[in-house]
């Protein structure tokens, strides 16, 4: 399941919760391209909420969106316990240099935060 909202403008957030399948992550990015027609950049908030199984295509696709997209993205925040997320998150930061920040779940709020702020 995707539930998405907006913090301003150009800032959208998704807290994605189930499965993260080819379904799933093509229904993400579809809603991300999107917002990148309306906004020159966007600010993106990525929320895990226990998501309960990873398929390996969808985390190759989740993990070159950044790079394909790169000029289109101003940051993103990724809220997850998981350090194998916020590892890929960081390799993606050291590519393409997207700020990039991981937050735990406790720390939600400082990436809603920090999402917002222009």
Do not use: C
Request: hydrophobic letters at 50%; proline letters at 1%; aromatic letters at 10%.
């Amino acid at each position: 399941m995707l539930l998405n909202f907006s913090f301003s403008d150009n800032s959208v957030g998704y807290i994605i919760e189930g499965s993260m399948d080819y379904k799933a992550v093509q229904e993400l990015k579809a809603a991300i391209l999107e917002m990148l027609k309306e906004h020159d950049t966007i600010n993106l908030y990525l929320e895990d909420k226990n998501i309960d199984r990873f398929t390996l295509d969808a985390i190759f696709i989740a993990s070159i969106f950044p790079m394909q997209h790169l000029r289109k993205l101003n940051k993103i925040a990724m809220v997850t316990n998981r350090k194998w997320i916020h590892a890929i998150a960081n390799f993606n930061k050291a590519l393409v240099g997207v700020e990039i920040r991981n937050f735990t779940i406790e720390e939600r709020l400082d990436a809603i935060s920090w999402i917002a702020e222009d």
